[in-house]
């Protein structure tokens, strides 16, 4: 028996999205409509500005769905812990400094009394321990990449963090995000449209993505495609863009890579389940050195 959401098995069209942008209502260099416009030119189908402390709104129509959000942060045991509040129905307020109950946990009651969605932006970027997160609970995934903090520091990555949540029981999801700030930097790519969710819904609306992400109903990337997943008796198929690798992340030393060799590129890869993984999850690596993920499989 196994717990999946199989987005590739659901009915529904794909929509490519980013969850984490900044604009000059914050710390971002661009304007919410020139942002807006940058995702629309890139062909993205939804986008949430997740200003600092800010609800952006939109002045004008837009041809591309905005999701309303909202980037808050809160110093928890020598960290800081990073949210992305989605789905909000009015701004977050910069708590002052004699509110007696300032904690990550609190900020996220905040944020689900409104019915918005919680992401742990940035694990890895932020320092934190597998004591810290699962000190909260209450959000739905972790951005297992992250642009920006990539581009800027090397701190891009956070699968380590996904797998001690996953290990532990914690079957949250993996978001692929820019977190576009958009300054300009000669040593540094762009920010921004570089990494996304590709959500499987019945239509482009809120209440559609929002229902498809809460379920797990997507796959992260910032360069392959996944076209597949199929698990069959004991067997996981999957089926990518041409990659240098296709792995099957499980506990411990289980789970298994499959690397293109001889310079041929890979499309696909058969995993057989031992029966003992907890869970599995599927990345892959294209010639570029760009990733993209599938959501775990638990097994009960
Ligand atoms: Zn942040
Ligand atoms: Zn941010």
Known sequence: MFQFNNP???????????LHT??????????????VCEYEKEGYHFLAITDHWRLTELKGAS??????????????KGVSFHLIALDIKEEIPHPTKDDPELDPQELIRRIKSQGGQVILAHPYWSALSTMDML????????????TGCLFEVDKGYSMTHWDDLLIRGRNVFGFAVDDAHWHHREHQPKDACQAWIMVKA????????????????????WGPKIKDLSIEGDRIYVSTSPVKSISFVAPNGRGERFSAVKSRLI?????????????VRVQCI????????????FFS
């Open 267 to 279: 499309e696909d890869a058969e995993y057989k389940i031992r029966g003992e993984e907890k869970y």
């Open 202 to 221: 019945k239509s482009l609306s809120t209440e559609e993505i929002m229902d498809s992400i809460r379920k797990g109903l997507f796959y992260a990337s």
């Open 22 to 35: 900044h604009t000059t209502n914050s710390d971002g260099a661009l304007s919410p409509s020139e942002a």
């Open 286 to 297: 294209d010639e570029a050195g760009r990733m993209a993920w599938t959501n775990a499989i």
């Open 63 to 76: 041809n591309i769905l905005l999701i309303r959000g909202e980037e808050v942060d809160c110093p928890a």
């Open 135 to 146: 000190s909260i609970e209450g959000y739905i995934g972790v951005e297992v990449f992250n």
């Open 8 to 18: 590739f098995k659901v009915e529904g069209n794909w929509y490519k999205g980013n």
